[in-house]
């Protein structure tokens, strides 16, 4: 089409279709420096959020800026980087847990009663004045019927 307003520049519709396309180009024009905009916009919130640790919204942001714009190293880049640190604080997070639930168990056995039987009778102030020797924490203990 342009090429016929090239050659008959004086066709009675020409000015009107090199207005249009002149539209179409600035709207699209227009729809790119949007996009590109939001792209830029999306990118340095993922590097806000990375710096803030909130890794999950981070690689979530990168995967969308490279599902629209494959080719964006920098958001590669900055995805492995994030997948990276993701991975290491689920394994820390994860330790963090195991170490909690052990240390919940040993608690629990720390604070459970214990029975300890002796191979002869022994009076009960006899039997507690030779455990006191063996541990430094005071003893606490409740006869039971």
Same mark, same amino acid.
């Given at each position: ?14 000015? +009107? !279709? ?7 180009? /600035?709207?699209? $024009?227009? @729809? *790119?420096? #949007? ?44 995805? +492995? !980087? ?7 604080? /689920?394994?820390? $997070?994860? @330790? *963090?847990? #195991? ?47």
């Amino acid at each position: 089409m342009i090429e016929a307003l090239i050659l008959w520049p004086d066709n009675p519709r020409g000015a +009107e !279709l090199r207005a249009r396309f002149a539209q179409e180009i /600035q709207l699209a $024009e227009t @729809a *790119r420096i #949007q996009m590109r905009t939001e792209l830029e916009q999306k990118y340095n919130r993922a590097v806000e959020y990375y710096n803030l640790g909130r890794l999950s919204e981070s690689r979530q942001l990168f995967q969308e800026i490279l599902e629209e714009e494959p080719e964006n190293t920098a958001a590669r880049m900055w995805l +492995e !980087l994030t997948e990276a640190r993701y991975k290491q604080q /689920q394994a820390e $997070e994860e @330790a *963090r847990t #195991q170490s909690e639930e052990l240390r919940k168990r040993a608690e629990n056995l720390l604070e459970a009663p214990i029975t300890i039987s002796t191979e002869r009778p022994i009076p009960l102030t006899e039997f507690m004045t030779n455990l006191s020797f063996a541990t430094p924490v005071e003893l606490q203990y409740t006869i039971a019927e």
